[in-house]
């Protein structure tokens, strides 16, 4: 059974920055893409970034420039950089893994709140 584990929510005031984390219990490489997704109190769950085993980033219009998605393959672990956080933001945040459009699996999510 895959694991994912989130880590690095937190606290921040508008402005500022977190990083969260996502380590995977196997390895980085049997996944076709990895990403993040949030979901605040009343609103569906969305994409936030993503990265392909290739490289290949997206995201969602609302945070570019801000968010960046990187992984560390030796650590079989996947980042998202957030920059510049505004209360917008506010949402837990989940990590995701692909095999293929039917095969993914979820973190248990991690609490990002912005405010001042």
């Known amino acids: 059974q895959v694991q994912l584990v989130e880590s690095g929510g937190g606290l921040v005031q508008p402005g500022e920055s977190l990083r969260l984390s996502c380590a995977t219990s196997?390895?980085?490489?049997?996944?076709?893409?990895m990403g993040w997704y949030r979901q605040a109190p009343g609103k569906q769950r969305e994409l936030v970034a993503a990265i392909t085993s290739g490289g290949t980033t997206n995201y969602a219009d609302s945070v570019k420039g801000r968010f960046t998605i990187s992984r560390d393959n030796a650590k079989n672990t996947v980042y998202l950089q957030m920059n510049s956080l505004k209360p917008e933001d506010t949402a837990v945040y989940y990590c995701?893994?692909?095999?293929?459009?039917?095969?993914?699996?979820w973190g248990q999510g991690t609490q990002v709140t912005v405010s001042s």
């Open positions: 196997g390895s980085i490489f049997s996944f076709n893409a």
């Open positions: 995701n893994a692909r095999r293929s459009p039917d095969i993914m699996y």
